[in-house]
C-alpha cells in the first residue's frame, strides 16, 4: 500500500482563511451487501491513494466523501439498518480515516432507541465521530414510510470550516439550509442516491445553493445502478460563486472529484459584497401532523 504522509497543519479559527482538500468517491454500491462494499472501498481507496501523486502532486483529501446508504444501496430493508453502537460501516470509517489521516463523510441505515430507523450522515475521524446529522427531508417514493425525519439542523467544525450536511433531497429545500449572516457555515456538504432522470436538477440546485448561502457547495452522488433506478453522479465541488472547482479523476472506473477549497477567498466576497446580511428571517417550526405528507400517503393507499 503506498502512503503519502501528509505535512502538519495549524488548525484555523473558524474567522480565519485556510483551504480544505475534498475527494468526492462516486462510489457504486453492491445491494445490500455491506461487508462486501466495505471491501470493495478498501481497494477503491488504496488505489486512490497510489494514483494521487502523479495525477494531482500537491493534493491530499482532508476529508473523503461517499454517498448516501455507500454500504448498503438505497434499501428500505430493515435488516440493513445499523446500531450505531455495534456499526460495522462506523468502525470502517474511523479506521480508514486513521489509515489516510483524513475525515470520512457518508451515510447510512441505523437503527434509533424507539425502534424506528433514521438515515444518518457521519462525519467520522480518526478517534471517533466528529459530527452526525439526520437526513430531515425524506423522499416520497417509500422512505418516508420507512425512515423518521431528522429534525435538528446541524453546523460543525474541522479544520477551521464550519460544516452543514445534508442528504439527497434535502438539497431542494432552501429554508432549511439558509445561511445563518450571524454565524455562517462555509461548506454545505450533500450525500446523495440522486437519479440519472434528474441530473440537471440536482445541477441547478447544488449551483443555487452555493450562490444565494454564499458557501462552498460539495455535493457526492453514486453512480451505477440498483434494483430501481439509474443514478447520474454528476458529483461537483463549488465556490462560493457557484462556479465548480473540482477537477475528475478516474480510479478503476470509479469517479473521483478531487477539490482544494480557499476560504480566504469567500470571506473577501463576503466583506466585499454582504448579502447575507440582507437575507430574510425565518422560524422553522414543525409540521402539522398529516399534513402534506400524511396526504399524500394517504391518497396513494
Known amino acids: 500500500m503506498l502512503l503519502r504522509k501528509r505535512t502538519a497543519k495549524t488548525e484555523a479559527p473558524s474567522d480565519a482563511g485556510g483551504t480544505l482538500a ?15 462494499n466495505l471491501s470493495r472501498l478498501d481497494l477503491l481507496i488504496e488505489h486512490l491513494y497510489r494514483d494521487l ?8 483529501p482532508d476529508v473523503l466523501v461517499l ?25 470502517w470509517m474511523t479506521r480508514t480515516a486513521g489509515l489516510y489521516d483524513c475525515a470520512v463523510a457518508g451515510s447510512i441505515p441505523v437503527h434509533l432507541p424507539d425502534g424506528e430507523r433514521a438515515n ?4 467520522v475521524g480518526q478517534d471517533g465521530i466528529i459530527a452526525q446529522y439526520d437526513k430531515r427531508h425524506l423522499f416520497l417514493g417509500g ?29 431542494r429545500f432552501p429554508v432549511w439550509m439558509r445561511n445563518n449572516p450571524a454565524e ?28 444565494e448561502n454564499v458557501c462552498h457547495v460539495a455535493f457526492c452522488n453514486r453512480s451505477g445502478k440498483d434494483l430501481l433506478l439509474e443514478y447520474g453522479g454528476g458529483s461537483v465541488v463549488l465556490n462560493h460563486r457557484g462556479r465548480q472547482k473540482s477537477a475528475d479523476l478516474d480510479i478503476d472506473g470509479t469517479l473521483v ?45
Open 22 to 36: 475534498l475527494a468526492l468517491v462516486e462510489f457504486s454500491a453492491d445491494w445490500e451487501q455491506t461487508l462486501h
Open 53 to 60: 501523486p502523479e495525477k494531482y502532486p500537491s493534493f491530499y
Open 67 to 91: 454517498p448516501e446508504f455507500f454500504s448498503t444501496g438505497f434499501t428500505m430493508n430493515p435488516d440493513c439498518a445499523e446500531f450505531p453502537d455495534a456499526s460495522p460501516t462506523l468502525s
Open 120 to 123: 444518518r450522515f457521519y462525519f
Open 143 to 171: 422512505e418516508d414510510g420507512n425512515y423518521t425525519p431528522g429534525s435538528q439542523r446541524v453546523v460543525f467544525e474541522y479544520k477551521g470550516w464550519r460544516i452543514m450536511p445534508g442528504i439527497c433531497f434535502d438539497l
Open 184 to 211: 455562517p457555515y462555509d461548506l454545505y456538504l450533500n450525500v446523495a442516491n440522486w437519479p440519472s432522470a434528474r441530473k440537471k436538477v440536482a445541477e441547478v440546485l447544488a449551483e443555487a445553493r452555493a450562490i
Open 257 to 301: 472529484a478531487c477539490a482544494s477549497l480557499d476560504k480566504a477567498e469567500m470571506l473577501r466576497y463576503r466583506t466585499s459584497f454582504p448579502m447575507l446580511q440582507s437575507a430574510d428571517e425565518f422560524l422553522l417550526q414543525e409540521p402539522r401532523p398529516g399534513a402534506f405528507l400524511g396526504g399524500l400517503r394517504r391518497r396513494h393507499e
